[in-house]
C-alpha cells in the first residue's frame, strides 16, 4: 500500500465504521455518562422555631465604636431537629429606634450608646429576640493600619498575587502579599513616589482613595464606594496622620467561622459569621473583613459576605475563610434529601442515617465509613460489578496492562467465592506490579532523561524502585533510604534522586508535598495564604540538607555530609534557624551526624499527622479516581478530606501493618467500594464525591498505548530498550513518543501528579481516528488483524468473541454480535455500493479500530 492509499483508507474507514459500528460505539459509552438531576429544595414551615444565634465570647452581644460590625445568624429549626439558616428571609426591628442600623443581610452597625433588643420575624409571625449593648460611639477612635487598613487591602484584592502583592508590584505599587509585611506596605504607601498617593490636606484626593473607587483611571477598576465602610475607615486613616501602630500591636490569635459544620439541602443558602480572637484576649466580628473560598464551586459558591450558596451536587464541600493569616473552614454536608435530620439537641452536628435492606454490608473499614457516608447523605450504593469488569478493573489498576485471554477465562470460569482476594494477591506478587507502581513513582521523583541516550542513573533508580516494589519494602522504609541515601550512585541507587533535585528548595518542597502532602512553596517567599506555615517553617525544613556535599570522580558522584551544624538563615531577619519538622519543635543533632536522620525520623514516625494521611490518599485516588482529598497532594487544614474518618481510619491501617504497601492495597481493592459497579442506580448519578459507585477514568497515557500495542498484535518499540518493552516498563519519561505526551505523559519536572494530564482534547482523538501510527497498527502483516482474517478454522462468532474479551474482557452482547457478524460477512459495501468491496481484513481492521475508539476501551470503568 503506498502512502497516497494509506491516506485515504482512515477516511473510508471513518466513514463506513461510524454508520456500521453506531448502536455497537452507543452501547458501550452510554453507562460511562454522567448527569445532574435536582435535589429537594428544603424543609416544610410546620412546627418551627426561630432564634437569633449567639456567636461566641461576648462578639455576639457587644459593639464597640463606630468601625465596629456584627453579623446576625438567624437560625431555624424544625421539629424534627433540621436547623437552616433564615437570616436573610425575616424582618429585623429594634427596641429603642436609633442604636444600631440591620440591614436585610443582618449586618448590624452601630449608632448610638446604649442597650437595644432586636427582634427577628418571620413571615408566619415566628419571632425571635437578642440584646446588644453599644458603646464608644461618642469618640473618634483611632484607626489601627495594621488591625484595620491592612485588611481592607486583602479584601479588595489589592494586595494579592494578581495585583499589587505580586513580587514587581502593579503600575510602580507594590505591596505585601497578602499583608504579611505591614511595616513595609506602610513605608511605601508614605514615603514612596514623593508621597504622592496620600494627602493629609485633602484625605478625598488621596491617589489610594481615588483609585480604590475608581475616581482616576485604574488598572483594577473600582474596588469599592465613597460610602462603603471601607473607604471611610481608610479616609479617617489618613485624616488622622496615616499613622503607623504605636507600641505593642494587637495581633490575631485565631478565627473561626460561625456555623463550624451543618447539613443544607440543594440549593439552600447559609450566612456565615466570622469571629476573631485577638492576643490580649478580645474578640471581634470580622466577618465583612474576612476572605472566602470554596474548595469546589459545583458544590457551593461563597461571596464576599460569607454567604454560602449550595449547587444541587450532594456531598460535602468546605468554605474557607482567611483573615489576617489565619484561616477557618465551614463543611457543609448536602444530603440527597432534604428531610435527612440532624440531631435535635446538636442542631450542628452531623448524624448518620441507616440505610435500607439493599445498601451492601460493610466488610473492611474501607467499607465501614464509606457506608455510614453514603448512610449520611442518603445516597444508595450501586450494586457489585460483574466479574468481566473487575477482571479487567483489577489488572489495569494493579498492573497497567489489560489481563491476557487465558487470565480472563480462567477469572471467569472460576467459581470460587473468594476469587477477587486471590486475582488481587495474584497480581501483586507479578513483576508487572512492581513495574508499574515503578513507573509511577519513576515520575514523581523525578526520574527524568531529557532526550539523548540512555543514562546509567535512570536505569538504576529505576531498577531500584523496581525492587523495593516486588520485595515490598515497607514504606518508611523506602522513604527513609531516599531520604537519607549518601555515597554514589552504583553502591546506593537511591541517591539518583539527590541528583535529579539539586536545588536545595526543591528538596525541602517535594519531601513535603511527595511524603508529607503540604504544598509549601509559598512559604519560600512569604506566609503561606491557606495554611499556616511561615518563612520561617520553610527555612527549618531547609536546615536539614544544609550539611550534603556531593564530591565529582569522573563519571562518578559521590553524596557526603560535611561535618558542620545544620542551619538555614530566615529569608526576613537573616538569622540562623534550627532544623525542625512542620509543627514540629527544633532539633540539635550532633554536629559530626548527618541531619536528615533526624528528618527521615520524623517524617516516617507513626505520630506524624501527615506522613500516612498522604500516601493513604495518594493510593486511593489511584484506584478510586478521586482522593479523599482533591488534588491528592494537598492536604491543607482547607481542604479538608470529603470523608475524615475513612483517611484517619485507613492511615490506622496503614500505621498498624508497619507500612505494608500491598497490605493498603488490599485493604482499598477488597472494599465493596472499590468493586461496586460504574453504572449509577436511581439516586447516586448525582454523586461524585463519595464513591457511592466506581468513577471511571481514563487509561494513563503508557497504559493506553499497551493497551492498543495487545489488541492490535503490534508491538511499539522504544529506542535503546529491547524489543517487546511495554510503556509501562520504561524507566524514564525521556523516550521520544508522540503517542506518549499527547495523552498526557508527563515530563517529570516536578513531584506533582498534576504533571500527568487525564483531559481529552481534540489531538487525541485525532490521533486515535485517523493517525498514521495507528494505521500501521491495524494493517501490520502480523497482526491481529491480518491474523484473525486469515484465521478460517474457527467460526466467525468465536473470533469476535475472542477480540471482545482481549479488549473489553468480555463477550459480545447478542445485540452487537449481530451487528459485528453483519458487517463482517456483508456481500457488499452497504453505504457505497459503487465503492469497491472492502478485503474481509480491512474489515476485521474497522472492528479493531471501533473497539479501541470506544469509550469503553478507553477508560478503566
Not at 475513612?646 to 482499598?668: G, N, P, Q, T
Not at 468513577?695 to 503508557?702: D, S
Request: proline share 5%; glycine share 6%.
Amino acid at each position: 500500500m503506498n502512502a497516497a492509499e494509506l491516506k485515504h483508507v482512515p477516511r473510508r474507514r471513518i466513514v463506513r465504521t461510524y454508520l456500521a459500528f453506531a448502536s455497537l460505539l452507543f452501547c458501550m459509552s452510554t453507562n460511562l455518562v454522567a448527569e445532574n438531576t435536582p435535589a429537594d429544595k428544603g424543609p416544610s414551615t410546620v412546627d418551627a422555631t426561630l432564634r437569633i444565634d449567639n456567636i461566641g465570647d461576648g462578639a455576639a452581644t457587644e459593639l464597640v465604636g463606630t468601625d465596629a460590625r456584627l453579623q446576625l445568624i438567624v437560625s431555624r429549626s424544625d421539629a424534627g431537629g433540621l436547623t437552616t439558616d433564615w437570616t436573610r428571609r425575616v424582618k429585623f426591628n429594634t427596641t429603642p429606634d436609633g442604636l444600631v442600623s440591620i440591614d436585610s443581610t443582618g449586618l448590624v452597625t452601630p449608632l448610638a450608646d446604649g442597650i437595644v433588643t432586636v427582634q427577628a420575624t418571620a413571615d408566619n409571625g415566628v419571632t425571635a429576640t437578642s440584646k446588644l449593648t453599644v458603646s464608644g460611639t461618642g469618640r473618634e477612635q483611632p484607626v489601627s493600619f495594621v488591625g484595620q487598613v491592612v485588611p481592607i487591602f486583602t479584601k479588595l484584592g489589592c494586595n494579592g498575587g494578581g495585583c499589587h502583592g505580586k513580587i514587581s508590584g502593579q503600575n510602580g505599587f507594590r505591596l505585601s502579599l497578602l499583608g504579611f509585611e505591614a511595616e513595609e506596605d506602610h513605608k511605601r504607601l508614605i514615603a514612596e513616589s514623593r508621597a504622592r498617593r496620600v494627602s493629609l490636606a485633602a484625605p478625598d484626593r488621596s491617589l489610594l482613595l481615588m483609585k480604590t473607587i475608581n475616581a482616576m483611571p485604574h488598572g483594577g477598576g473600582a474596588r469599592t464606594d465613597r460610602d462603603s465602610h471601607e473607604y471611610r475607615v481608610m479616609r479617617r486613616w489618613i485624616a488622622q496622620g496615616m499613622k503607623f501602630d504605636q507600641g505593642e500591636i494587637r495581633s490575631v490569635s485565631s478565627i473561626r467561622c460561625f456555623p463550624e459544620v451543618r447539613r443544607m439541602a440543594a440549593g439552600s443558602e447559609q450566612q456565615l459569621a466570622v469571629i476573631a480572637t485577638y492576643s490580649d484576649g478580645t474578640v471581634e466580628d470580622v466577618t465583612r473583613a474576612a476572605v472566602y473560598e470554596s474548595n469546589d464551586l459545583q458544590m457551593a459558591e461563597v461571596d464576599e459576605t460569607g454567604l454560602v450558596r449550595c449547587g444541587e451536587m450532594v456531598g460535602d464541600v468546605a468554605v474557607m475563610a482567611r483573615y489576617q493569616g489565619h484561616v477557618s473552614v465551614f463543611l457543609a454536608e448536602v444530603p440527597l434529601h432534604s428531610d435527612r435530620r440532624s440531631a435535635p439537641d446538636m442542631p450542628n452536628k452531623l448524624v448518620s442515617i441507616q440505610g435500607d435492606a439493599n445498601t451492601p454490608q460493610a466488610t473492611n473499614v474501607v467499607d465501614r465509613f464509606v457506608q455510614k457516608k453514603l448512610d449520611s447523605l442518603g445516597i444508595p450504593a450501586s450494586p457489585p460489578c460483574d466479574d468481566a469488569t473487575f477482571v479487567r478493573r483489577i489488572t489495569l489498576d494493579l498492573t497497567g496492562r489489560l489481563p491476557t485471554l487465558e487470565e480472563t477465562d480462567t477469572f471467569l470460569s472460576n467459581e470460587a467465592s473468594d476469587k477477587r482476594a486471590r486475582k488481587i494477591d495474584e497480581l501483586l506478587t507479578s513483576d508487572d506490579y512492581a513495574s508499574f507502581f515503578a513507573r509511577k513513582w519513576s515520575v514523581i521523583l523525578r526520574n527524568r532523561r531529557a532526550g539523548g541516550p540512555l543514562q546509567t542513573s535512570n536505569m538504576l533508580f529505576h531498577h531500584w524502585l523496581k525492587e523495593s516494589l516486588r520485595t515490598n519494602k515497607p514504606y518508611d522504609q523506602f522513604v527513609d533510604e531516599l531520604l537519607t541515601a549518601s555515597g554514589s550512585l552504583f553502591s546506593n541507587p537511591a541517591t539518583a534522586w539527590l541528583s535529579q533535585v539539586t536545588d536545595q528548595n526543591e528538596r525541602v518542597e517535594d519531601i513535603s508535598q511527595l511524603f508529607l502532602g503540604q504544598r509549601i512553596q509559598c512559604a519560600r517567599c512569604h506566609h503561606h495564604p491557606y495554611e499556616k506555615w511561615s518563612q520561617e517553617d520553610y527555612a527549618r525544613m531547609s536546615a536539614f540538607f544544609s550539611t550534603i556535599a556531593k564530591k565529582t570522580d569522573g563519571v562518578d558522584v559521590t553524596f557526603v555530609t560535611r561535618i558542620a551544624t545544620p542551619s538555614a538563615n530566615h529569608p526576613k531577619t537573616g538569622q540562623s534557624v534550627a532544623p525542625a519538622g512542620l509543627d514540629s519543635e527544633p532539633i540539635q543533632p550532633d554536629v559530626a551526624a548527618d541531619p536528615r536522620r533526624a528528618l527521615s525520623e520524623w517524617v516516617t514516625s507513626p505520630d506524624n499527622p501527615f506522613f500516612a494521611k498522604a500516601l493513604v490518599n495518594r493510593y486511593w485516588k489511584h484506584f478510586m479516581g478521586r482522593g479523599l482529598v482533591e488534588p491528592e497532594d494537598d492536604l491543607r487544614v482547607t481542604n479538608p478530606p470529603s470523608n475524615p474518618e475513612l483517611m484517619d481510619a485507613m492511615a490506622a491501617a496503614l500505621v498498624e501493618s508497619k507500612y505494608d504497601l500491598k497490605s493498603l492495597i488490599r485493604l482499598i481493592c477488597n472494599s465493596a467500594a472499590y468493586s461496586a459497579s460504574s453504572d449509577a442506580v436511581a439516586d447516586n448519578l448525582i454523586d461524585r464525591r463519595s464513591h457511592s459507585r466506581y468513577y471511571p477514568k481514563r487509561l494513563q497515557a503508557e497504559t493506553l498505548l499497551d493497551s492498543i500495542d495487545s489488541v492490535t498484535g503490534a508491538t511499539t518499540t522504544f529506542a535503546g530498550m529491547p524489543t517487546g518493552t511495554r510503556a509501562v516498563e520504561l524507566p524514564d519519561t525521556g523516550f521520544d513518543s508522540y503517542f506518549l505526551s499527547v495523552f498526557g505523559q508527563p515530563d517529570s519536572k516536578t513531584a506533582c501528579e498534576c504533571e500527568r494530564s487525564s483531559d481529552a482534547n481534540l489531538a487525541q482523538s485525532l490521533h486515535l481516528l485517523n493517525s498514521e501510527q495507528m494505521q500501521m497498527k491495524l494493517t501490520h502483516e502480523q497482526g491481529r488483524a491480518a491474523m484473525l482474517a486469515s484465521d478460517t478454522s474457527r467460526p466467525t462468532e468465536a473470533k469476535i468473541a475472542e477480540l471482545y474479551k482481549l479488549a473489553l474482557s468480555r463477550k459480545p452482547t447478542d445485540t452487537e454480535l449481530q451487528s459485528t457478524l453483519s458487517y463482517l460477512e456483508s456481500p457488499a459495501n452497504q453505504e457505497s455500493p459503487d465503492s469497491k468491496e472492502p478485503h474481509p481484513r480491512e474489515r476485521w481492521e474497522d472492528l479493531i479500530w471501533a473497539l479501541v475508539n470506544s469509550k469503553e476501551f478507553l477508560f478503566n470503568h
